[in-house]
C-alpha cells in the first residue's frame, strides 16, 4: 500500500542542498580541469580543492537539511538524521586525527 502523497513531509530542502552541492562541486572540478589543461595548475588545485570539500560537505548538509525539515512532523527520522550527521563527523574526526 502506497502513502498518500499529502502525508509526505516536504523535502525541498534536502533535494535542494543535495543538488546545489552537487552541482557546484561537478562545476568546480570541471573548472578545475580546465585550469590544469590551460597550464594553471596553482589555480586548478585550489579550485578542484574547493570542489572535492563541497562534495564531501554535500552529504552532511543533505543531513542537516532533513533534520531541519522532518522535525516538526517525524521527530524520531529528524533525530535519526541527527544521529548519522554525528557518526559522519565522529568518523571525519577520526580520519583527520589518524
Known amino acids: 500500500m502506497k502513502p498518500d502523497l499529502a502525508e509526505r513531509p516536504p523535502v525541498r530542502l534536502t533535494a535542494l542542498s543535495l543538488t546545489a552541492g552537487t552541482g557546484l562541486?561537478?562545476?568546480?572540478?570541471?573548472?578545475g580541469f580546465l585550469l590544469t589543461v590551460a597550464a594553471l595548475h596553482q589555480a586548478a588545485g585550489w579550485v578542484s580543492t574547493a570542489g572535492v570539500v563541497i562534495l564531501l560537505a554535500t552529504p552532511a548538509?543533505?543531513?542537516?537539511?532533513?533534520f531541519v525539515e522532518l522535525r516538526p512532523v517525524q521527530r524520531r527520522a529528524a533525530a535519526l538524521a541527527l544521529v548519522v550527521l554525528a557518526i559522519?563527523?565522529?568518523?571525519?574526526?577520526?580520519?583527520?586525527?589518524?
Open 61 to 66: 548538509l543533505g543531513l542537516l537539511a532533513t
Open 88 to 98: 559522519l563527523g565522529m568518523a571525519t574526526l577520526l580520519a583527520l586525527i589518524k
Open 25 to 31: 562541486s561537478a562545476a568546480l572540478l570541471a573548472i
